[in-house]
């Protein structure tokens, strides 16, 4: 919430997306002013600030930019009272009618729907609102960059121009945003990951991630450590296909709900079939080979499969939006009365994973969209029973509830996570199935020797492995913990004398399980360091005279610099005490 200022000294707190929001009417008046040609499309409030789309033949140039923005402080500094109005359907497009898209927009109002505007000075605008009283509430602004979007996301549709912004009652608080955003554009994973040689991106497969030797060894590491905690906690690991006909996404209801997301085939038996966008079928598959009781639940089947999406071209975003990843899925098969329990261990593991890697997060009920399956009254017990296990969880009002974003199938908890810039993340979600099982007819035998439909949940903690290591990357700015890092060590000789020690000692941390590498290059140890440095490797071995002669290492940490010269088997054992320690 931000705190304005009201008429006779009085404060009052208002959302920041009202705030936002009111901010791109006031760039829409300003590009009106600037260049009254350009015709306007839409301009929402958004998580971190606000845009507006823009029809127009030319991409806004930087100059254009400030050029818009010295306009916007004139609008702020006018403060114009902010009014809302109602109209008739005919007395709305008869307003609009200079401008198509809004009255696309009006045209596309359910009949009877009220169609509302709000007016600041010269300039109106279709809206449904809500604004702050007045343009002068607004106090500190920054236009932040602009680019090409399709209208409506459709890239059927014209290329339109969209303006990006940002707002704060405060100076400060707009320099401390402007701070965080340099920050987060020197961690940024793409570049990253291409100058620590861990992944890139290519046209030949667009949103689908080539993975360097190193960046495949944190993948490893990642999963390892995935693995290791799930087996502990009773989950069994399966492997299924990559293609399934499409007789099997018909039956789950993928087919009528998600096809336009998904890759499909035709076999050269003229049969449909369709790349798997997610695991949940298959799993159904591995349950269904023999008769269960209620002895096996909760049964978990957890995989890390790789999956495909067909997302638009434009929605790809580094490893934060891709077409093919492999997501850290289980789905989980329990009674009626396992449902709060099993939940809340899946809330427990959740934590423990987050806590490792130094990440708060929060839960968010999301509940029935318009586009679901099934009927009302087992949706409703859903989310009764999600909504009696969080307030459990997080007491009575601590979480957060996203009304219709839940998926087609049932209700969901998504975990959202917060890194060390306090960028907030879709992470996790544990949804809650009774249409599936009931579409597959799963069984088990109760207690009574009965038939029994069992209730599926689905869930994945990281959200995929190739997305977590993104924000993990700009987490860590690069520099991975010790544990976590592709190369842990690197071995620097100093000249060429030193060189067959160096190779004992490799020799001596490749089989301690240490992950090493030698330096042997011809080159000035001032040079290997930096590059060690560059490369952001937790630790440097120099070697040269001094070390050979007592059978020893110098040791350069990332973090601490020169720590000095230590016995190989002392080093190895502060090595092995981080990676325990997850350091």
């Not at 903690?461 to 520099?479: K, Q, V």
């Amino acid at each position: 919430m931000f705190k304005i200022k009201l008429e006779g000294g009085r404060t009052a707190e208002v959302p920041e997306k009202t705030y936002w929001h009111t901010t791109s009417h006031i760039l829409a008046q300003a590009i009106k002013r600037l260049y009254p040609e350009i015709k306007l499309a839409i301009g929402p409030a958004i998580d971190n600030g606000f845009y507006y789309d823009f029809d127009t033949d030319v991409a806004f140039t930087p100059e254009m930019l400030e050029k818009i923005e010295e306009e916007m402080k004139k609008i702020i500094k006018e403060d114009y009272t902010i009014e809302r109005f109602v109209l008739p359907k005919k007395e709305a497009l008869e307003l609009m009618k200079d401008e198509p898209y809004k009255v696309e927009l009006i045209n596309d109002l359910p009949e009877g729907e009220e169609i509302s505007f709000y007016k600041q000075g010269e300039f109106t605008d279709l809206c449904a609102g809500p604004h702050l009283p007045s343009t002068g509430k607004v106090k500190a602004i920054k236009l932040l960059s602009s680019s090409g979007a399709y209208w409506r996301g459709n890239e059927h549709n014209k290329m339109l121009q969209r303006i990006y912004g940002i707002s704060f009652p405060k100076q400060s608080e707009l320099d401390n945003y402007i701070n965080l955003i340099e920050e987060a554009k020197k961690r940024d994973h793409r570049k990253l990951g291409k100058e620590l040689e861990l992944f890139f991106f290519d046209e030949t497969a667009p949103g689908m991630a080539y993975w360097m030797p190193k960046g495949f060894t944190l993948m490893n590491i990642l999963i390892e450590f995935w693995r290791k905690e799930h087996k502990k906690r009773g989950y069994q690991e399966f492997s299924g296909p990559q293609l399934n006909s499409s007789s099997l996404w018909k039956t789950s209801g993928h087919w009528d709900h998600y096809k336009e997301d998904m890759f499909v085939l035709t076999d050269i038996d003229g049969n449909e079939q369709a790349l798997k966008p997610m695991n949940c079928p298959n799993s159904i598959k591995i349950y269904q080979q023999k008769l269960r009781s209620y002895k096996d639940l909760p049964l978990r089947f957890n995989d890390i499969d790789v999956i495909h999406r067909n997302e638009k071209s434009g929605q790809l975003n580094g490893l934060f939006r891709v077409r093919m990843f492999r997501q850290d899925d289980s789905h989980n098969y329990v009674t009626d009365e396992q449902i709060g329990t099993e939940i809340k261990d899946i809330v427990e593991i959740a934590k423990y994973l987050y806590s490792v890697f130094g990440l708060e997060y929060t839960l968010t009920l999301s509940t029935r969209p318009d586009d679901f399956m099934g009927e009302i009254e087992t949706w409703n017990k859903a989310e009764k029973e999600l909504k009696e296990v969080l307030t459990e969880i997080c007491g009575e009002g601590n979480y957060r509830i996203n009304e219709g974003d839940g998926a087609f199938y049932g209700p969901k908890i998504d975990i959202k996570m917060k890194d060390c810039l306090g960028r907030e993340w879709q992470m996790g979600t544990v949804q809650l199935d009774f249409q599936l099982p009931q579409r597959f007819n799963l069984s088990y035998i109760d207690k009574e020797g009965n038939k029994k439909t069992p209730i599926m949940i689905h869930r994945a903690l990281f959200g995929s492995f190739d997305r977590f290591i993104g924000i993990l990357t700009e987490h860590y700015a690069g520099a991975f913990p010790t544990w976590l890092s592709p190369v842990q060590v690197k071995i620097m000789p100093i000249a060429d004398a030193h060189h067959e020690y160096a190779k004992e000692v490799l020799k001596k941390f490749d089989e301690a399980g240490i992950r090493v590498e030698l330096d042997d290059r011809q080159e000035k140890i001032g040079y290997k360091i930096r590059e060690a440095q560059l490369h952001k490797i937790p630790y440097m071995i120099i070697l040269g005279d001094k070390e050979i002669e007592a059978k020893a290492v110098g040791v350069r940490s990332r973090k601490d610099g020169d720590i000095g010269q230590m016995g190989i088997d002392e080093f190895i054992n502060k090595l092995k005490s981080e990676v325990e320690n997850f350091e």
